[in-house]
């Protein structure tokens, strides 16, 4: 039975579950780890949407205390990775919201020991964002898997998975956050016992054909919302680019509007004619206003104006539309960013 001591692990990614890691690797008696991440500048957005609860893989005060070794690259696919690997006597690694798709320059050289952590119920979920699809979609359940790397996007075979039901009944991309960080310690635990129970990892096989792959998502390109859907596919969309990210939008007489919380108005049932979709119709006398969607009443209770909260009913006047323009609403359906892009744009909003 192999011991503590026989593994050097590297960890690839900045996630709150890295941190989580490297603190069990510790307390379990392992080597300090080895942890390679992407440059500081590519995770602006990350810090800033997700320090607020917790959730931002804030490494660098591990590796001041020495209890990692960490090492951030441009790209992790080059020679001064292997060498870093080679220095340090790494013979496996956990893949954690790796920025860069591992190549098989890196894989090779772990002969098998290489593994990635999901944030998904594989072959469910492959791909990126998948919180606001899950909403999008009306899946109330959250997984993640660790599964071994290979060159394939998330189709490596499974070593070990786990779901949890998400039992708020309007969740929002933060509460799956919360749910996937506590399936990803389960399974760290998991994964320590694991390796350290046997010198072979047991795994299976992907099954292909039931696998569904979304992209990532950019709330500030594909966020813009089709006041013609359905209106229980406007509320799950405006709830799917809400907490942590900025909230979908449409555009109020030329301006930017963005959607932090709406609810469906059960007290009226009244359907309207598609020509009114996007009409506010309603100042309430709480402040929130009511908006025709899908041919019914839509109460927004939160928007977002220039980057600052507002109460709808002092920025919104009725007999005006909300608008979304057809060829960005076309253009939001086919856009997929990259982490690069989106944190380029970020820095250009903090004037960096």
């Not at 555009?251 to 932090?260: P, Q």
């Not at 969607?293 to 920025?315: C, H, Q, S």
Request: net charge negative.
């Amino acid at each position: 039975m192999p011991s503590e001591q026989n593994f050097n692990f590297v960890i690839f990614g900045r996630h709150a579950t890295s941190l989580y890691f490297v603190n069990k690797l510790r307390e379990k008696g392992f080597p300090v780890p080895t942890v390679i991440i992407s440059e500081d500048d590519e995770y602006f957005r990350d810090q800033r949407l997700l320090e607020p609860f917790g959730l931002y893989g804030n490494l660098e005060p591990l590796a001041e205390k020495g209890w990692a070794n960490l090492y951030k690259l441009k790209n992790i696919n080059c020679n001064e990775a292997l060498k870093i690997l080679e220095d340090n006597k790494c013979n496996i690694a956990l893949s954690i919201s790796c920025r860069d798709i591992i190549k098989s320059q890196i894989i090779d050289f772990f002969s098998g020991k290489i593994f990635n952590l999901h944030d998904s119920y594989l072959p469910n979920e492959r791909g990126g964002a998948l919180n606001s699809w899950r909403i999008l979609n009306g899946i109330d359940s959250m997984g993640c898997t660790i599964h071994q790397l290979d060159e394939g996007i998330d189709t490596g075979d499974i070593v070990l998975r786990k779901e949890t039901k998400i039992t708020k009944l309007y969740p929002k991309p933060i509460d799956y956050l919360f749910a996937e960080v506590e399936n990803g310690k389960w399974l760290i635990d998991d994964f320590i016992e694991l390796i350290l129970d046997s010198d072979f990892i047991p795994s299976q096989a992907q099954e292909n054909d039931k696998s569904l792959y979304f992209p990532r998502l950019f709330t500030e390109k594909n966020g813009i919302i089709d006041w013609d859907w359905d209106i229980d596919y406007i509320e799950r969309f405006i709830r799917a680019f809400s907490c942590p990210y900025p909230g979908a939008y449409s555009y109020y007489r030329d301006k930017i509007i963005r959607f932090l919380d709406v609810t469906i108005d059960e007290s009226m049932q009244k359907s309207f004619h598609p020509y009114v979709n996007g009409k506010i119709v309603t100042l309430m006398n709480n402040g929130s206003v009511r908006v025709i969607a899908g041919g019914r009443p839509l109460i927004v209770n939160t928007v977002e104006v220039d980057g600052k909260e507002e109460t709808p009913a002092k920025v919104l006047e009725v007999k005006h539309s909300l608008i979304s323009p057809h060829g960005e609403l076309l253009a939001a359906r086919t856009y997929v960013a990259s982490t690069k892009v989106m944190n380029i744009d970020e820095t250009k909003n903090l004037k960096i």
